[in-house]
């Protein structure tokens, strides 16, 4: 499954949806985060996304581990793949897309995340849900979503440019998936919904179609 989510990632007001999108899988979870898509920014700023999402998972009570990876090289060490083989939720937090996308595609690491992804959930916000589409705003993305550019942050006052970008890149080929704060837009193979507070909009040239909390998605609104 893919869960990603505009904003909010860590926070209070997010904590019993993550509540209920852990309820999602089969076992009990094993989580990882990774605040990578931070990797170039000072170490005290990853050292609040660590104390950030050990609380906030702490508070959940569910196993977790925090992964100190700011490359691809720390991706990619070995410790760090086991720990992949034995977790079932694996969460990308925010920072810069375009780094996150460097540090995982094409590497072993990007093969066990696809892994997690058939047996439990790959979460991300921000960047870690912008890496999800074919491509971003700028340069590509895993595609784990096709014909998709995923925008997060969707109606924030203080991401007022995303709301000119999505009237650029509208004009184009890709679907565009707009995602509000404390929202996840899931999807587990051809099954789509929506989880949390707020809404996801999918826009396409003049159409512009948005769901809420228990609401399904047809597929072929991405395709």
């Not at 760090?80 to 595609?105: A, R, T, W």
């Not at 507070?197 to 228990?214: A, E, L, M, P, R």
Request: proline share 2%.
């Amino acid at each position: 499954m893919i869960a990603i989510t505009g904003s909010g990632e860590f926070l209070p007001s997010i904590l019993e949806v993550d509540r209920k999108l852990l309820n999602y899988l089969d076992k009990s979870p094993y989580v990882l985060t990774f605040s990578t898509a931070a990797g170039k920014e000072s170490n005290a700023r990853l050292s609040y996304w660590e104390n950030l999402a050990i609380e906030h998972f702490k508070n959940l009570n569910v196993n977790h581990k925090h992964i100190d990876a700011r490359n691809s090289d720390d991706l990619n060490q070995d410790f760090v793949i086991e720990e992949m083989k034995k977790s079932n939720f694996v969460f990308f937090s925010g920072g810069s897309p375009n780094h996150l996308y460097d540090s995982i595609h094409d590497s072993n690491f990007s093969t066990e995340l696809h892994d997690v992804e058939k047996r439990g959930i790959i979460a991300g916000c921000s960047a870690g849900a912008m890496i999800m589409g074919e491509k971003m705003i700028k340069g590509v993305g895993l595609n784990y979503l096709p014909n998709t550019i995923v925008i997060p942050h969707y109606g924030e006052s203080f991401y007022s440019w995303i709301s000119n970008t999505v009237k650029v890149l509208n004009r184009g080929k890709y679907k565009l998936l707009c995602l509000e704060k404390d929202t996840y837009f899931l999807k587990d193979g051809d099954q789509i919904s929506v989880l949390g507070k707020q809404n996801v909009h999918i826009i396409y040239k003049k159409d512009h179609s948005t769901f809420s909390d228990g609401d399904t998605i047809d597929v072929s609104l991405l395709q």
